[in-house]
């Protein structure tokens, strides 16, 4: 089944700490991006891929990089955790158009 | 002035009202036009995607884009409890084709 994955779900992790979050999507889409929401807030684009070795920064400034070294996969790490990177991070894919987000990482940096 | 602004809300509806969702926008680049529903601590769920003036309509759901005065409408028809959600418009178009650009979200609750 075409689907969209993240892991883990939910993370909590101490400052200082490297994070990587993983998603995967199966949907054969070349385009894929990264958001954070705080609840009750905005999506807000951190960063986006028109495919393989692409990536730019979004709207958002955010201290996370990310990679595409495969078209299905699209981690995004933080080297350094810190109490203001506690957020929820959705990932998402599209193909012409429209774009399906996967089920998201809530992060929390202690 | 944000590209895409939609009515904050909150909205409260009893069940079985029509609930109407709106958005305005001002980039008359923007070509597609979304309606993502997002329940807490979820990942937006796509509703509905077109990228014609008119109507679409999926079961109780209706969507209703005026690219003449860039304004678009989610419509909800026998709302149920089920239905209470946050509601995002988004559109996409132009040089950031791929790119979506997201209202602020309108939370809904519908009492049984």
């Known amino acids: 089944e075409a689907d969209i994955y993240q892991t883990p779900r939910y993370l909590v992790i101490g400052t200082g700490k490297k994070i990587t979050l993983e998603c995967s999507q199966t949907m054969g889409h070349d385009k894929m991006y990264w958001y954070q929401q705080d609840p009750g807030m905005e999506l807000h684009l951190i960063h986006y891929?028109?495919?393989?070795?692409?990536?730019e920064k979004g709207d958002l400034s955010s201290e996370s990089t990310v990679s595409r070294i495969r078209t299905e996969h699209f981690p995004l790490t933080l080297e350094s955790a810190r109490p203001s990177h506690t957020s929820q991070y959705l990932c998402?894919?599209?193909?012409?158009?429209?774009?399906?987000f996967g089920p998201g990482t809530r992060l929390t940096v202690l | 002035q944000k590209e895409v602004e939609q009515d904050p809300g909150p909205l409260s509806v009893p069940e079985g009202a029509i609930v109407s969702l709106n958005c305005t926008y001002s980039?008359?680049?923007?070509?597609?036009f979304m309606w993502y529903r997002q329940y807490s601590r979820k990942g937006p769920e796509l509703l509905m995607y077109t990228y014609s003036s008119g109507n679409k309509e999926d079961g109780r759901f209706t969507a209703q884009v005026d690219k003449s005065s860039k304004y678009i409408s989610l419509f909800i028809r026998d709302s149920q409890p089920s239905d209470s959600a946050t509601y995002l418009c988004?559109?996409?178009?132009?040089?950031?084709?791929?790119?979506?650009?997201f209202g602020q979200g309108t939370i809904l609750t519908v009492h049984p």
């Open positions: 988004a559109e996409a178009g132009g040089t950031s084709y791929g790119k979506l650009t």
């Open positions: 891929s028109y495919g393989v070795n692409s990536t």
């Open positions: 998402a894919s599209s193909g012409l158009g429209e774009q399906f």
């Open positions: 980039n008359s680049a923007f070509q597609y």
